[in-house]
């Protein structure tokens, strides 16, 4: 322990040994300043040099060559230092074996020789390593400089042969691309050339096809102008007719009072057929047009030279019984008619099985007269039993009318018929099948929801009819009313919506019946036309109840307008109209609850009673609009005389009681039967009728 502690203490145990130090920089760096330092001298060599050689002992020159080699050691240092990384090669060896000599010489007295020869030595090491270093420079730099001059010699070849073929590629493809475009240019003026021989050859064909057009469009003009004047010449040969009719008549104060007018028109038909023949032969190009209104002209005349005839014939007759028959016979036959009439009315009620209790004097006979009124037996004993089933369904649910606990229930089923009522739109299908689904389910007692507001929060609301005995049939009834209401305040102003409303009730009603005798009889109440009904007037009855009992509303005292009345009506036959012509929701399959039978009677009946101002020629005219295509397709023939029936006998009869300026709806009925009798085998569709197809789009 002892030896240990010993060498440890020993100048060797003390030495730093650093295994990493070839791998400092800096500690190499330290290395080489100690060994190309200058030499220190020994201390225990100074006593030597001071006893051994003076001040005085040292000449000048050695001083100087010691001041030179310091100055060339310092030199050297110099140098080393810079070039460091040249001298970093060399051995540590040898420089530690060179230091060793050196500071042996030293401290054996020969100092300056070994400074001396250390600086020769080291000036020559460093000279030669130097030399060698540039040698090695200049020969890696004149190698370099070939290389390079070589690749810069191959990389100007490299672009001179690169630039040649691409001036040659170019060359090659610039005289491609003109030798292509040369050839289309050849190939553009041929195709020119070709183009202008088709075209020239089109020229000369529609030159020809013009010229052959022209001669065929002169031929149909002198064709149709031919056929205008023959038009005219047969106007004119009825005209006189016309007149020479009007001339021999006899009895001419039987005659109507609008003849006159029917004669000046025919004497505008003539001004507008000369201004027509006047057009056709001025213009270059005879239209169908102006033989078709030639022909229409000719048959306005015929028509009404079938007018003038039969009232020439009616006056003549008249005028003939009114000389030959006194007046004793005609009070005979006024006996017979009313005779005639009482056992007429025998016969109605032998059809009803109704006693005289149960038919009251305003709706059969009345006493003063005598005479029938406008009702069928038919039509009468069906209102009359749907108004008991009326009553019979306000009955049953009149104690959830009257019960105040009821109120919020009731509103809710209100709500749940109003709602989906009011949204049917012929938006599609599928819009039509959601309301009638809703609809179906509330009226057949299953569970609905409905929209309710609390402030400004929605919130759904299941309701139920069964909840309450009479909560099916108020559904039911008010369903029947709500869809009558819609037809005097919706359909009267949009007459399109009628069918959208139709299609959703003729569904309803093909799965629940007893809602159609509802709607039917609420029907009969709003407009007793729909039966067809005219309600007398009673004995003692207020123009008030008169008025109300023909349909008319009344605000406090006062009566509606007539042309508001009329507008209510024409919306409600309308909407009954449509739900004839409506296609039920299963198609053929599932019998139409009513159909265009019912239509055929109706117009059937009307027909068969005496017309009343404005309201008769209304119905007509609305009935016609919507079912007119229909019955024409349906029964054909007797379709057309039923037409031609109404226009010959039926209109003069709506003439002889319309009021003078009150025309309006005469007009519209004139109007409309003149385009059905021109097109009869074409009467066009109502305008916003529904397809059978509707259903499933």
């Known amino acids: 322990m002892e030896l240990l502690t010993a060498l440890k203490n020993s100048s060797k145990g003390k030495m730093c040994y650093d295994p990493k130090w070839a791998n400092d920089p800096k500690t190499i760096e330290t290395m080489l300043e100690e060994c190309t330092s200058p030499p220190s001298l020994h201390p225990f060599t100074s006593p030597t040099i001071s006893t051994s050689t003076t001040q005085e002992d040292i000449s ?73 270093k540039y040698e090695e420079y200049k020969s890696s730099y004149d ?56 075209l020239s050859a089109k020229l000369r064909d529609a030159e020809q096809q013009k010229l052959k057009f022209e001669q065929e469009c002169n031929r149909l003009s002198q064709e149709k102008l031919v056929k205008i004047q023959d038009f005219f010449a047969k106007f004119q040969s009825v005209a006189k007719t016309m007149q020479s ?8 104060q039987f005659l109507p009072k609008d003849l006159d007018k029917h004669i000046g028109f025919v004497s505008d038909i003539e001004g507008e057929f000369k201004r027509l023949m006047q057009c056709a032969k001025q213009a270059t190009n005879v239209e169908d047009q102006h033989v078709n209104k030639a022909s229409q002209f000719y048959s306005n005349s015929l028509a009404v030279e079938a007018y003038i005839q039969k009232a020439v014939d009616v006056a ?48 059969i006979v009345s006493e003063d007269s005598g005479e029938i009124l406008c009702v069928s037996p038919e039509s009468f004993k069906k209102y009359t039993t749907l108004m008991e089933i009326v009553k019979q369904v306000e009955n049953i649910y009149a104690d959830l009318i009257q019960d105040p606990s009821m109120k919020k229930y009731k509103f809710d089923l209100q709500k749940a018929v109003n709602t ?61 009313k709500k869809i009558v209401n819609q037809g005097e305040e919706q359909v009267s102003s949009n007459h399109d919506s009628a069918f959208a409303i139709a299609a959703v009730t003729v569904g309803i009603w093909c799965e629940v019946p ?35 009992s023909l349909g008319y509303n009344y605000t406090g005292s006062e009566c509606e307008k007539q042309d508001k009345y009329l507008k209510r009506m024409s919306g409600i036959i309308r909407l009954y109209a449509s ?36 309201i008769t020629a209304t119905l007509l005219y ?57 097109s009869i085998h074409n009467i066009p569709k109502p305008y916003g009728m529904l397809s059978p197809n509707f259903w499933f789009t």
């Open 245 to 252: 009719l009007h001339a021999s008549c006899e009895f001419r």
């Open 579 to 614: 739900l004839m012509v409506s296609a039920p929701p299963r198609g053929p399959q599932h019998p139409h609850p009513q159909g265009l039978n019912h239509g055929w009677v109706w117009l059937a009946n009307i027909l068969n009673m005496e017309p009343r101002p404005d």
């Open 143 to 198: 190698m370099f400089h070939a290389e390079l001059q070589l690749k810069e010699d191959e990389m100007n070849m490299m672009l001179e042969i690169r630039a040649r073929q691409k001036r040659e590629e170019f060359q090659k493809l610039t005289q491609s691309r003109k030798q292509e475009t040369e050839e289309r240019q050849q190939q553009l003026k041929e195709n020119h050339k070709r183009h202008a021989r088709v």
């Open 622 to 678: 609305d009935f016609l609009s919507v079912t007119a295509n229909h019955l024409e397709r349906t029964y054909g023939k007797q379709f057309h005389k039923l037409l031609y029936l109404l226009a010959t006998e039926y209109m003069p009869k709506i003439l002889s009681v319309t009021p003078k300026g009150c025309g309006g709806p005469v007009t519209r009925l004139e109007s409309f039967l003149g385009k059905c009798m021109q």
């Open 60 to 132: 000048p020159s050695t001083l100087s060559s010691l001041s030179s080699s310091q100055r060339t050691l310092s030199s050297s240092q110099s140098i080393i230092r810079e070039n460091n990384d040249m001298s970093s090669k060399l051995s540590f060896s040898n420089l530690d074996l060179q230091v060793d000599e050196v500071i042996c010489k030293y401290e054996t007295g020969s100092v300056f020789c070994a400074l001396q020869e250390c600086e020769d030595e080291m000036r020559r090491q460093v000279q030669a390593a130097l030399t060698q």
């Open 420 to 480: 989906p009522v009011n949204a049917i739109s012929p938006t599609s299908g599928s819009h039509l099948r959601d309301k009638l689904t809703r609809l179906y389910k509330l009226i057949t007692g299953q569970t609905v929801d409905i929209v309710n507001k609390q402030g400004r929060i929605l919130f759904m609301t299941r309701i139920c009819a069964k909840d309450h005995p009479g909560g099916t049939p108020f559904c039911k009834d008010l369903l029947a």
């Open 514 to 548: 007893e809602f159609g005798d509802l709607l039917m009889a609420r029907f009969y109440q709003k407009c007793p036309y729909v039966l067809p009904y005219y309600p007398p007037k009673e004995e003692g009855q207020s123009s008030e109840e008169y008025y109300r």
């Open 316 to 363: 003549r007759e008249k005028g003939q019984t009114q000389m030959v028959q006194q007046q004793k016979q005609h009070e005979e036959l006024e006996r017979q008619e009313r005779q005639r009439e009482l056992e007429r009315q025998k016969e109605q009620e032998q059809q009803l099985h109704v006693s005289k209790e149960q038919i009251s004097q305003k709706d």
